[in-house]
Nanobody, 128 residues
Framework: HVQLQASGGGLVQPGGSLRLSCTAS??????IGWFRQAPGKEREGVSC????????YYGDSAKGRFTISRDNVKNTVYLQMNSLKPEDTGVYYC???????????????????????WGKGTLVTVSS
């Protein structure tokens, strides 16, 4: 079965950058997504990568600032986050599922519930 390991979180000042990494091992997967959850808020879809065609998708809060990419050799998916804002603070998770799941659905409100494989979250704190 697929296992995920997320890393790269930390404390960064507003306007700064961080790169999160998610290493996958096990069976192949069709999509992989990044999600975040701030204290007291619903889990939110941040970005999603469709493995079959390489298409990338972003939640509204991430568009123009975040970039998802994949290193096929290392089987690692990255989330490059630039121009970070205090509202980006939260625990970030990578998630996937061995079953096909369209990124559009994965990133929709509550769409994450269809994903069965989750990495341990990594905390991102944006604060001065």
């Amino acid at each position: 079965h697929v296992q995920l390991q997320a890393s790269g979180g930390g404390l960064v000042q507003p306007g700064g950058s961080l790169r999160l990494s998610c290493t996958a091992s096990g069976l192949d997967y069709y999509v992989i997504g990044w999600f975040r959850q701030a204290p007291g808020k619903e889990r939110e879809g941040v970005s999603c990568l469709s493995i079959s065609d390489g298409k990338t998708y972003y939640g509204d809060s991430a568009k123009g600032r975040f970039t998802i990419s994949r290193d096929n050799v290392k089987n690692t998916v990255y989330l490059q986050m630039n121009s970070l804002k205090p509202e980006d603070t939260g625990v970030y998770y990578c998630a996937t599922d061995p079953r096909p799941a369209p990124c559009v659905v994965v990133l929709s409100a509550g769409g994450y519930v269809g994903l069965d494989v989750w990495g341990k979250g990594t905390l991102v704190t944006v604060s001065s």
